[in-house]
């Protein structure tokens, strides 16, 4: 009983600490993290167990992020990821090792390797929390996820490595390597077999349900099943998870993915929240067995100072110098540009340490019998966690606002959407067109019908902010009305005890889908309208649109013979080049060429333009 107490009085903390960031509008970590460590000197002692997070919660954080995380853009950023987590890791690991081992007397050069393991890896959970909601871009995030995907792999082996030279075992620099290169092959191989069972299993399966209990069981599979052989758990866990994340629409039914998706969702937020509670709730135990070593508080707060701002430097000086002397990463893609300074530096400054840090100090055994010196050692994995976290993660929205880091433009996402269901209406369209049916009843036309008006709704999105309320809100509006008139005759019906109650839920479940659709359309489109107004573009405004921008060829494809997939003309000169998505993109390279920063769309009854600079539409 006391132990489900316990439960429910942290799920009942962790839930109103979300609430009160919200209202405060700060991120729900630093609450958590305070909170926690005000709960650590009011309540009784809350241990958190090494095995605790290393089986409870580091598989399930894995696969939800692995799961969410695009394959394509983790294979698209490779190279920085692997920079990252592997060689920032080893980088930091080493330069604490000498920091702690010159501070702390009587440490060890393999224990003093093996803290600054601990300390190394930088976790993405909360880096990622706080980049979504100040907007940080796309490719940033995507490589803090990555990184944090496969650094706990490599601290977690350099820990192990360093306790076991602390023992007596000897061992090689060949021989890390080698320990390296097995733990990750072998979790590469047990990953890809437990993706191989579970599609497997899921071709069999069609009950959604059945579907969900099975994803649940996987990442603890997975792990389990690599640890089982001495190989790295986590790497199992994030090969399966991108695996089965990338394939999903092949492997599950549609309900399957909606059910998916919205469970490991939910797992991840919970338990994220979660453990930034249980770090704070650490602090007063952690803390008291510290002062009770043969360190002084004041050598031991020297420490811990020096230990946090040894694993800030050295993140930042690694980032640049990869950034620039090795790196060097050409265009981006995205945006037709290299990356700026800017979104290097707010790179190196998301690092956050998180759970596992904590929890792989636990790992470390004392330094000598009835010498509770490894407090010191912990209370040195708790400083620089609950350190990055406060100081870092409270100055990254600052920081990226002052360095006017680029957020994703909503009206660019806009634009991606409604080319994207354009080319995917005229696949349908063509699909119908194959078919042999009886269409006596106008079935053809109803089935256009509503591909033209999903695809209407899409690029009605990128006009410009109204004053009156425009068509496609009208629409939402009314059918939200009519969905809530609908929703209160099903419940009359279902009180009366008239209709079966699977009907009713079925019927309630319709409109429920129907009504979630109306609720994510406009919050694409509340986005797009705050960020029109959040930020408004000199160069569109200074630019006047054109009546009819309409082309039909772009200048350079032509003698090229290549096709395109969209056409815009510059405002400026009138060239007509292709979009970004098509083979050329020659009307961004007409920008870098020229500078002339606007184009106009250039297809038959379009009018949006956009802003090659400042990458905003209106």
């Not at 979104?343 to 509770?372: C, H, K």
Request: proline share 5%; aromatic share 6%; charged share 20%.
């Amino acid at each position: 009983m006391s132990v489900a107490m316990l439960l429910i009085a942290i799920a009942t903390a962790v839930l109103a600490c979300m609430i009160l960031a919200e209202r405060l509008d700060v991120p729900a970590p630093f609450v958590l993290i305070v909170v926690g460590v005000a709960g650590s000197y009011a309540l009784p002692p809350i241990h958190l167990s090494a095995h605790v997070v290393l089986l409870g919660l580091l598989p399930p954080l894995l696969y939800a992020a692995a799961f969410q995380t695009s394959l394509v853009d983790f294979a698209a950023n490779k190279r920085p990821i692997l920079f990252l987590s592997v060689g920032l890791v080893a980088f930091t690991a080493a330069g604490v090792a000498v920091v702690t081992h010159a501070l702390v007397a009587g440490l060890s050069w393999p224990l003093a390797f093996a803290i600054g393991a601990v300390v190394a890896p930088p976790d993405a959970i909360a880096a990622t929390a706080v980049g979504r909601r100040i907007g940080l871009p796309r490719r940033i995030t995507t490589i803090l996820e990555g990184e944090s995907l496969l650094n706990d792999a490599t601290a977690l082996v350099l820990v192990r490595t360093a306790l076991g030279v602390a023992a007596g075992e000897a061992v090689s620099a060949w021989r890390v390597g080698l320990d390296f290169v097995l733990a990750a092959g072998g979790g590469a191989v047990v990953g890809f077999l437990a993706f191989v069972i579970v599609s497997r299993i899921r071709r069999l399966v069609r009950d959604y349900v059945t579907d969900a209990a099975v994803s649940l069981i996987i990442p603890f599979a997975a792990y389990l099943g690599a640890e089982q052989i001495h190989a790295s758990g986590v790497i199992a866990v994030v090969v399966v998870g991108l695996l089965l994340g990338h394939l999903a629409p092949r492997l599950q039914t549609a309900q399957a993915r909606i059910a998916d998706r919205l469970n490991w969702r939910t797992i991840a937020h919970v338990l994220e929240n979660v453990v930034f509670l249980l770090i704070g709730l650490q602090a007063r135990t952690i803390l008291d067995e510290a002062h009770s070593s043969k360190m002084s508080d004041s050598a031991i707060a020297i420490v811990c100072l020096a230990t946090l701002a040894t694993v800030i430097i050295l993140r930042l000086i690694w980032v640049v110098v990869v950034r620039y002397a090795i790196s060097r990463p050409g265009i981006d893609p995205s945006t037709g540009r290299k990356p700026p300074w800017t979104s290097t530096f707010v790179l190196a400054w998301a690092g956050m340490r998180g759970v596992v840090t904590l929890a792989a100090a636990f790992l470390l055994p004392p330094i000598e019998d009835g010498d509770p010196l490894r407090a010191v050692l912990v209370t040195i994995a708790f400083a620089v966690v609950a350190g990055t976290l406060l100081l870092q993660g409270a100055t990254l929205p600052w920081v990226a606002r002052r360095l006017k880091v680029p957020a994703p433009d909503p009206a660019a996402d806009a634009l991606a959407r409604a080319r994207l269901l354009q080319r995917a209406a005229d696949a349908g369209e063509a699909a119908l067109d194959a078919e042999e049916f009886d269409d006596r009843y106008g079935v053809r036309a109803e089935l256009l019908d509503g591909l033209e008006a999903r695809t209407r709704a899409a690029w009605a999105r990128l006009g410009a902010p109204q004053e009156t309320e425009s068509p496609p809100e009208t629409m939402s509006r009314l059918r939200r009305s009519m969905i809530h008139a609908e929703r209160r005759q099903v419940l009359d019906v279902r009180r009366s005890g008239r209709v079966p109650a699977p009907v009713v839920a079925d019927v309630l479940a319709m409109l429920d889908v129907e009504e979630a659709a109306l609720d994510t359309s406009d919050r694409a489109r509340a986005r797009m309208v705050q960020g029109a107004t959040r930020a408004s573009c000199v160069d569109l405004e200074r630019v006047a649109p054109l009546p009819d921008a309409s082309a039909d060829a772009c200048d350079e494809c032509g003698p090229l013979g290549h096709t395109w997939v969209a056409l815009r003309r510059c405002l400026t000169c009138g060239h007509v080049g292709c979009s970004d998505s098509s083979v050329g993109a020659h009307a961004a390279a007409h920008f870098r060429a020229t500078g002339h920063v606007v184009a106009q769309s250039a297809e038959a009854g379009e009018h949006w333009r956009w802003c090659y600079l400042h990458r905003m539409s209106d």
